[in-house]
C-alpha cells in the first residue's frame, strides 16, 4: 500500500504510529491542491478523512495551518471547506483543542460570496459552543471583535451573527466589550452591515439582561426602525417579535409600541407587507391586551392597505388572528372588527388577495360556529365560488373540510356543483389536476348517492383527458373513490366504463384501461380480476400498436400475483410467451421480465 | 414635447467620450423564449404615492407667466410651483381631468420658463423647486407586477403618471442645465438625502424614467463637488446589493454608464477607494445572474479602468477567471468577449503575468460542448494583437492549451470547430515547428501519466478510506465491549496488508 503514495515519498513523521506514516501530509496537500476542481472539491469534502489519518497532532500543526494559509480557492470548494470545519472539533483533538479551527473559519467568514460567509459563520457557531468558557475569551471573543472591527463589510456582517453565541457565557466586562462592538455595528456606514446587525437583534436580546435589553437594544431598535433604507426598517419589524417577548406590558406600551405603529403605517409597502406578514407572531408577542388596542387598528388599515401585495399578506392571516384572540369576546370582536373588512376583501380587484383570503376564510366557520357561519361567512364562501379566478375557487373547495364540521356539506352542495363542473373543465391542466386531488375527499363529504348522479360522469371525463398526466392522476382517483364505495360500487359503475375503452380507436385510451386495471385490481380483488379485466388485458396482447402490447406485458406482471395458479398458467403463460417472441425489442424485454418476475419460465 | 435628450458630456474631461458611445448590449443568444411566453395578464394596482393625499383642493389656471410684469413674476412662479406640488390619481384616467390639466400647462409653462428666460432662477425660489421636484418625483416604487421579472424578456411597467412626471423630470433637467443655476445655493438643498433618494428611483421598472435619472444624476454629478464622493459610495451599496442580497435592481446599466464616464475622468494615480471599487464591486458584478443586461456598460467600465492603469490588469484577469460562468454558455460568451476587449489594450508585460490560467480557460472554452463558445474563444486567433502577444510568449501558453486543442480537434461534433482548431493548430505549427513536434510527441505519454495518476489516487483513496473504517471501528470497540474482538481481528489483517 505505500506505493499509493506515489513514487519519492518516503516515510513520513518518526514519532507516529505505523499508519500515519503512509500518508505522508505532502500528499495530502497535492490532493487539496490539484488543478482539476472536481478534484479538489473531492478532496475538501474527505478531508475528515485526511485528518483521521494525519491524526490529530499534525492535522493541528499541518493541516490546518496549510488551510488558513494558502486556500485561495472555487467558492465552492471554500463552501465545502467552511461545511467540513465545523464538524471537525474530534479530529483536531477534542474542546481543548477547538480554538485551533478559529484562523480558518475567520478567514473564511470574511470572503464575499454570501454562502461561503454563511456556512463558515455557521460553524463558527456551532465550535463556539464546544469552548469552554477560558478558551472562548481567549480564543473566541477577540476573533469577534476582530471581525467586527473588519475594514470591509463581509468580515462586519459575519461578526453580526457571532454576538449571541458568545455573550451568555463571558465575563461581565467581556460582555460590556460584545455589546458595545453590537451597538457600533447597528449604526455602521454600509446598509448591509445594518442590515446584517438588525436580522440578529432579536436573538442578540434574548441572551441579554433584562436592563441592558431596555437601555441598549431599545434604542437601538428604535434607530434601526427609522433607518432611511426600508430594507433595514423592515428587518426591524422581525426583531419587535423578540424584543416584544422579553418586556412587561408597561415597558412594551412604552418603549416599543409607538416604533410598531409607526411601521404598520411606514410609507413603504414592504415594511408594511413585513407588518402584515409577521402578524400572527406580533399578536403573541404583545398579548391580549396590546393586540386589542393596538393591533387590530393596525390590521384593518392593513387589509385595505393600497398595495395589493400588502393586503394579500393580511388576508393570509386571517384565521390565525381570529385564532389566537382570547376566547372571551372573541366572536364580537370578529364580527364587529374583522369580518366588515374581509367582506370588503371578496370582491377586490386584485386576484392574489382574493385568492389569500380564500385559502383562509373557510377556518373562521369553526371559530364562529353553525348559527354565524350559516348567516355570514356562507354568502362569502358562495360568492368566492363564483369568483372569476379558478384559483380562488379552488382554494374555497379545497378547504372544504372545515366547512363539513361545521355545517354540513350540503349547505354548499347546490353552488359548489357547478364550481366543480367548471374547474374541472377548466383549460389550465393544473387547475384540473388541483380538482382532481380533492375528489376523493369531496366523494366522502358528499356521499355515494350525490357522486353517481352528479360527479362520476366527470371523473370518467378525466380519463380521457389530452393531458397525461390529468389521466394519469384520474387513474388514482378511481382507485382512491373505490376505497371509500367499496367494490361492489366499483363493479357496477367503474369497471364497465373502463372496460369499454379497451376497443376505442384511440391508443392511448386503449393504454389508460390498462393503467386502470393496475390501479383498480388490487381495489377490486381476485374475483373482478379475474373474471372481468383479465380477458380484456389478454385480449389487448393482439394490439397492433407496440406500446399497448407492451403495456400489457406490464399490466400482466401486475396483476399476476391477484390471480390464481389456473388463470396464471393456462392463461397469462401462453400469451406473455407469445409476446416474448414479439417483433418489438421493448414488448419483448418487457415480456420476458414478467415471464421471470411471475416465475412463469 | 420634447422626449429626446441631448448626448450627455462628462462632467470631467470635455474630450472623454461621454455616455452616448456605450454600445447596445450584444444579444448573443440566437434563440428567444420570448415567443414562449404568454403574456401574463395585467393587473392594476395603485401606486403607493397616492395614499397621504386626502381633501384634494381644486386647482384654478394662473395667469400666464409671461403676462405678468417682472415685479410680480416671482411671487406667481411660487404660486405654479405650489400647484405643481399637487398630486392626482393617474390610475383612475378619467379622475379630476381639469386639474391635470391645469398641473400638465403649469409644468409646461414652468419648463419652457426656466430653459429659456434669464433672471428667472433667483436664490428665494431653489427651495420651492426643490420642494415641487422632491414631492413629484420621490416616492416608494410599487411592487413589480411580475416577481420573476426579466428584463430581457418582458415587458416593463410604464409609470401611470408619466404625463406629469416626465415635465417634472424635464423641468428638473433644464434647471440644473441653466446658466443660472448656481450650485453653492442649491447645494443647501441638494444633499446627501437627496441623492439617496434620486438613486433609489433608479430600480423603476420604466425605462423613460430611469433614462431621465441618469442625466439628471450625471449632471448633480458634475455641478456639485461635495456629493461626489457620496454618490460613489452609495453606487457601490447598490450594486453589492444587487450582487450579493437581491439579484433585482432595474438600473444597473444606467449607474453604470454614468459611472463609466466618472471612471473616465479620474486623476492619476488612481485612489485606493476606486482600486477597491474595480477589484470588490465591478468584477463581482460579473457573477451575477442578469449580466447580460448590464454587461456591455461594465465591460466598458473595467476597460477604461485598464486604460488609466495597466497594473491592475491581473486583478481583473485574475477576477474574471475566478468569476467564469460554470453553466451559462450565453454569459461564457459575454466574458470571452471582455477577456478580448481587455487583451485588446494589454500591455505585453502584463500579459506574461496571467498568460497560462487565462489560456487554460481559454482551452476549456474550445473544448465547450456549445459551439458558439467553442467559436467566440476560437476567434481571438483571428485577433493580430492576441497573436502577436501568443507568439512572443509561445513557450508558455502552447503547451497550456495544445493538450486540449489537439483533443478536441478529434472529438468536437461541430465541423465549424474542427477546421477552426485545425486552423489554429495549423499556426501553431507554422510559429514554432519544433515545438509543436515536441507537443505532439509528448501528447500520448501525457494521457499515459493522467491514467496512471488516476490509478493512483483512487489507491490512496481506497487505502485512507480503509483506515478510516478501521479507526471508527477501532473507537467503536472501545466502547462496545463486543465488537472488540472483531476489532483486534481486523486490525491485525490490516497490519498485514
Known amino acids: ?601 | 414635447m420634447e422626449t429626446k435628450l441631448p448626448p450627455a458630456s462628462t462632467p470631467t474631461s470635455p474630450s472623454s467620450p461621454g455616455l452616448s458611445p456605450v454600445p447596445p448590449p450584444d444579444k448573443v443568444d440566437g434563440f428567444s423564449r420570448r415567443s414562449l411566453r404568454r403574456a401574463r395578464p395585467r393587473r392594476s394596482h395603485s401606486s403607493s404615492q397616492f395614499r397621504y393625499q386626502s381633501n384634494q383642493q381644486e386647482l384654478t389656471p394662473l395667469p400666464l407667466l409671461k403676462d405678468v410684469p417682472a415685479s410680480e413674476l416671482h411671487e406667481l412662479l411660487s404660486r405654479k410651483l405650489a400647484q405643481c406640488g399637487v398630486m392626482f390619481d393617474f390610475l383612475d384616467c378619467v379622475a379630476d381631468l381639469k386639474g391635470k390639466e391645469v398641473k400638465r400647462a403649469a409644468l409646461n409653462e414652468l419648463v419652457e420658463c426656466v430653459g429659456s428666460t434669464r433672471g428667472v432662477l433667483i436664490e428665494p425660489v431653489y427651495p420651492d423647486i426643490i420642494r415641487m421636484i422632491s414631492v413629484n418625483i420621490f416616492r416608494t416604487l410599487p411592487p413589480s407586477e411580475n416577481p420573476e421579472f426579466d428584463p430581457e424578456e418582458d415587458e416593463p411597467n410604464l409609470e401611470p403618471s408619466w404625463p406629469h412626471l416626465q415635465l417634472v423630470y424635464e423641468f428638473f433637467l433644464r434647471f440644473l442645465e441653466s446658466p443660472d443655476f448656481q450650485p453653492s445655493v442649491a447645494k443647501r438643498y441638494v444633499d446627501q438625502k437627496f441623492v439617496l433618494m434620486l438613486l433609489e428611483l433608479f430600480d423603476s421598472e420604466d425605462p423613460r424614467e430611469r433614462e431621465y435619472l441618469k442625466t439628471i444624476l450625471h449632471r448633480v454629478y458634475g455641478k456639485f463637488l461635495g456629493l461626489r464622493a457620496y454618490i460613489r459610495k452609495q453606487c457601490s451599496h447598490i450594486f453589492l446589493r444587487f450582487i450579493y442580497e437581491l439579484e433585482h435592481f432595474n438600473g444597473v446599466a444606467e449607474l453604470l454608464e454614468i459611472l463609466g464616464s466618472i471612471i473616465n475622468g479620474f486623476a492619476l494615480p488612481l485612489k485606493t477607494e476606486h482600486k477597491q471599487f474595480l477589484v470588490r464591486v465591478l468584477i463581482p458584478l460579473h457573477s451575477v445572474k442578469s449580466l447580460s443586461v448590464f454587461h456591455a456598460q461594465l465591460a466598458y467600465c473595467v476597460v477604461q479602468f485598464l486604460e488609466k492603469d495597466a497594473t491592475l490588469t491581473e486583478h481583473v484577469i485574475r477576477g474574471l477567471l475566478k468569476y467564469w460562468p460554470k453553466t451559462c454558455t450565453q454569459k461564457e460568451v459575454m466574458f470571452l468577449g471582455e477577456m478580448e476587449e481587455i487583451l485588446d489594450v494589454i500591455e505585453p508585460s502584463q500579459f506574461v503575468k496571467i498568460q497560462e490560467p487565462l489560456f487554460k480557460q481559454v482551452a476549456r472554452c474550445v473544448s465547450s460542448p456549445h459551439f458558439q463558445v467553442a467559436e467566440r474563444a476560437l476567434y481571438f486567433w483571428n485577433n493580430e494583437y492576441i497573436l502577436s502577444l501568443i507568439e512572443d510568449n509561445c513557450h508558455t501558453v502552447l503547451p497550456a492549451v495544445f493538450g486540449t486543442l489537439y483533443q478536441v480537434s478529434k472529438e468536437h461534433w461541430n465541423q465549424t470547430i474542427v477546421s477552426l482548431i485545425y486552423n489554429v493548430l495549423k499556426t501553431f505549427m507554422e510559429m514554432n515547428g519544433k515545438l509543436f513536434d515536441e507537443l505532439t510527441a509528448s501528447y500520448k505519454l501525457e494521457k499515459q501519466q493522467e491514467q496512471q495518476k488516476a490509478r493512483e489516487r483512487q489507491e490512496l483513496w481506497q487505502g485512507l478510506e480503509e483506515l478510516r473504517l478501521r479507526r471508527l471501528q477501532g473507537t467503536q470497540g472501545a466502547k462496545e465491549a463486543p465488537l472488540q474482538r472483531l476489532t483486534a481481528q481486523v486490525a491485525t489483517s490490516g497490519g498485514q496488508s
Open chain 1, 1 to 601: 500500500m505505500a506505493g499509493a503514495a506515489g513514487p519519492g515519498t518516503g516515510p513520513g513523521a518518526a514519532g507516529g504510529d505505523g499508519d500515519d506514516s503512509l500518508y505522508p501530509i505532502a500528499v495530502l496537500i497535492d490532493e487539496l491542491r490539484n488543478e482539476d476542481v472536481q478534484l479538489r472539491l473531492n478532496s475538501i469534502k474527505k478531508l475528515s478523512t485526511i485528518a483521521l489519518a494525519l491524526g490529530v497532532e499534525r492535522t493541528r500543526t499541518e493541516l490546518l495551518p496549510f488551510l488558513t494559509d494558502t486556500i485561495y480557492d472555487e467558492d465552492e470548494v471554500l463552501l465545502a471547506l467552511a461545511e467540513q470545519l465545523g464538524n471537525f472539533t474530534g479530529l483536531v483533538g477534542g474542546p481543548d483543542f477547538a480554538h485551533c479551527l478559529l484562523p480558518p473559519l475567520e478567514s473564511l467568514a470574511t470572503v464575499e460570496e454570501t454562502v461561503v460567509r454563511d456556512k463558515a459563520v455557521e460553524s463558527l457557531r456551532q465550535i463556539s459552543q464546544e469552548h469552554t468558557p477560558v478558551a472562548l475569551e481567549a480564543h473566541f471573543v477577540p476573533l469577534v471583535k476582530r471581525l467586527a472591527s473588519g475594514d470591509w463589510f463581509t468580515s462586519r456582517t459575519s461578526a453580526c451573527g457571532l454576538f449571541s453565541v458568545c455573550y451568555p457565557r463571558a465575563s461581565n466586562a467581556v460582555k460590556a466589550e460584545i455589546r458595545q462592538h453590537f451597538r457600533s455595528l447597528c449604526s455602521d456606514d454600509t446598509p448591509m452591515v445594518r442590515r446584517a446587525a438588525a436580522s440578529k437583534l432579536g436573538e442578540f436580546a434574548k441572551v441579554l439582561e433584562l436592563d441592558s435589553v431596555k437601555s441598549e437594544i431599545v434604542p437601538l431598535f428604535t434607530n434601526l426602525a427609522s433607518d432611511e433604507q426600508d430594507s433595514v426598517r423592515l428587518l426591524a419589524v422581525e426583531a419587535c417579535v423578540s424584543i416584544a417577548q422579553l418586556l412587561s406590558q408597561e415597558d412594551l406600551e412604552a418603549l416599543v409600541m409607538p416604533t410598531l405603529r409607526q411601521a404598520a403605517e411606514d410609507k413603504s409597502w414592504r415594511v408594511r407587507y413585513m407588518v402584515a406578514d409577521k402578524f400572527s407572531e406580533l399578536q403573541k408577542a404583545v398579548g391580549p391586551k396590546i393586540t386589542l388596542n393596538d393591533l387590530i387598528p393596525a390590521f384593518q388599515n392593513l387589509l385595505k392597505d393600497c398595495e395589493a401585495e400588502v393586503r394579500a399578506a393580511a388576508a393570509h392571516k386571517v384565521k390565525e388572528l381570529c385564532e389566537n384572540l382570547p376566547a372571551e369576546g372573541r366572536e364580537t370582536i370578529i364580527m364587529n372588527q374583522i369580518l366588515p373588512f374581509i367582506k370588503e376583501l371578496v370582491s377586490d380587484t386584485n386576484q392574489h388577495v382574493k385568492s389569500a383570503l380564500a385559502s383562509v376564510i373557510m377556518g373562521l366557520s369553526t371559530i364562529l360556529g353553525k348559527e354565524n357561519t350559516i348567516e355570514h361567512l356562507l354568502p362569502l364562501f358562495l360568492a368566492q365560488l363564483k369568483d372569476e379566478c379558478p384559483e380562488v375557487r379552488l382554494n374555497i373547495i379545497s378547504n372544504l373540510d372545515c366547512v363539513n364540521e361545521v355545517i354540513g356539506i350540503r349547505q354548499l352542495s347546490q353552488s359548489l356543483l357547478p364550481a366543480i363542473v367548471e374547474l374541472a373543465e377548466d383549460a389550465k391542466w393544473r387547475v384540473r389536476l388541483a380538482i382532481i386531488e380533492y375528489m376523493p375527499l369531496l366523494a366522502g363529504q358528499l356521499g355515494m348517492e350525490f357522486f353517481d348522479e352528479k360527479l362520476n360522469s366527470l371523473c370518467m371525463a378525466w380519463l380521457v383527458d389530452h393531458v397525461y398526466a390529468i389521466r394519469e392522476a384520474a387513474t388514482n382517483n378511481l382507485m382512491k373513490l373505490v376505497q371509500k364505495f367499496g367494490t361492489e360500487w366499483a363493479q357496477n359503475t367503474i369497471v364497465p366504463k373502463v372496460l369499454v375503452m379497451a376497443n376505442d380507436p384511440n391508443y392511448l385510451h386503449r393504454m389508460t384501461t390498462l393503467f386502470c386495471i393496475n390501479v383498480l385490481s388490487e381495489a377490486c380483488g381476485q374475483e373482478i380480476t379475474t373474471k372481468q379485466m383479465l380477458p380484456i388485458v389478454l385480449k389487448m396482447a393482439g394490439d397492433q400498436v407496440a406500446n399497448v402490447r407492451f403495456n400489457v406485458a406490464k399490466s400482466l406482471q401486475k396483476i399476476g400475483p391477484i390471480l390464481d395458479t389456473d388463470a396464471l398458467q393456462e392463461e397469462v403463460k401462453p400469451v406473455l410467451q407469445k409476446l416474448g417472441q414479439d417483433e418489438d425489442m421493448d414488448v419483448k424485454y418487457f415480456a420476458q421480465e414478467a415471464i421471470s418476475v411471475l416465475a412463469l419460465a
